[in-house]
């Protein structure tokens, strides 16, 4: 079964940096491409950063320039570099996989999130 597993999560302060990690089993990982999410509560689930089968990133232009995503696909594994927290990055983050083999690429794995509190 496929099965993405989040870690890294934590309590910071703000100013300060968290690595959120994601590793994934059950799919042939160098054909996905990665992403992040997140949601806080009260609000809609938010894409945050993205990263390709050829190493092509994406972001969101609220963690533009803070966030760093980066893969390593020896080890099925999706990361997420967090610097310069605010308190508005509060969120359960989930790590999802897309498939860009498929006929119609969406994110359809997910894992179960790890929560990301920043005080201030």
């Known amino acids: 079964q496929v099965q993405l597993l989040e870690s890294g999560g934590g309590l910071v302060r703000a100013g300060e940096s968290l690595r959120v990690s994601c590793v994934a089993s059950?799919?042939?990982?160098?054909?996905?491409?990665m992403g992040w999410f997140r949601q806080a509560p009260g609000k809609k689930r938010e894409f945050v950063a993205s990263?390709?089968?050829?190493?092509?990133?994406d972001y969101a232009d609220s963690v533009k320039g803070r966030f760093t995503i980066s893969r390593d696909n020896s080890e099925n594994a999706v990361h997420l570099q967090m610097t310069f927290l605010n308190p508005d990055d509060t969120a359960v983050y989930y790590c999802?996989?897309?498939?860009?083999?498929?006929?119609?690429?969406?994110?359809?794995?997910w894992g179960q999130g790890t929560q990301v509190t920043v005080s201030s």
């Open positions: 999802a996989a897309k498939n860009e083999l498929a006929l119609f690429p969406k994110f359809n794995y």
């Open positions: 990263i390709d089968v050829v190493r092509e990133t």
């Open positions: 059950g799919i042939t990982f160098s054909i996905y491409t």
